[in-house]
């Protein structure tokens, strides 16, 4: 698995939840009332808490805003991401011209606490993996991390232009180990879970864009995403298992 289809198969899985979302609110539009039921998604956004009310509806209530010790920006059940690996894997990201162009800008602030919720995101999705993937036995050898990092080498025309790559996309060194780390475990869980399946099952399905392969691992990553215990630090938003994804501070509320 490359480094293009970990963010695919991320991708995927972001529109897996989206799916999911879809059908429960096709599922709450069936019991609307006859003029309820010509209501699209985007009128269901704009409607108020009385609007929702009145249609026998609830505006999902955020997840609290937790105060973690000091240090800490999120726990992972017992495993906890301290706010300096967080800080640190900012600044590596913010030295890519691009990213720090649009930092000067007058939505500086704004971007900034985005930027950190998606790191923090794929910081505590890496640890999930992880534990998932110590619960089905599967692990990541240096050698096989080795030998991925040799792969995206060889895939960008050297180690010089993948060191060329990554500094542009400010990506660091430990980064990527971290990335292929998750890489090397998700090809062993897709392994683990998919032993038992036949040949043609690992071909995509034209209209889905996947294999049952590819889906048989994004349904493990959804169930490890709503079954762990993770908490955000109030600073940088809260958590939503259900999308998978830290919401930002100021968008809470």
Known sequence: MSLRRLAILLAALALALAACEAEEDGAIEEDLDDDAEQLDEGDLEDLDEEDLEDLGLE???????????????????????????????????????????????????????????????????????????????????????????????????????????????????EQLEEELRTIVLLDGIEEELTSDLAEEDFEADEELGASPADMAVQEWLFEQLTAREVEVDEAYGVWSAESGQVIPASQIG
């Open 59 to 173: 505006q999902p209530e955020p997840p609290d805003p937790v105060d973690l010790p000091d240090g800490l920006a999120a726990v992972v059940d017992d495993d906890e991401i301290a706010e300096e690996t967080l800080e640190e894997r900012f600044d590596a990201v913010v030295t890519a011209p691009e990213v720090a162009e649009q930092l000067e800008g007058e939505d500086a602030e704004m971007l900034e606490e985005q930027l950190k919720a998606q790191i923090l995101s794929r910081l505590i999705l890496d640890r999930i993996v992880a534990m998932g993937a110590e619960e089905l036995g599967v692990d990541a050898s240096d050698e096989e991390i080795a030998e991925r990092e040799a792969d995206e080498a060889e895939a960008a025309g050297g180690e010089d232009a993948l060191a060329e790559q990554l500094e542009s996309q400010g990506v660091s060194a």
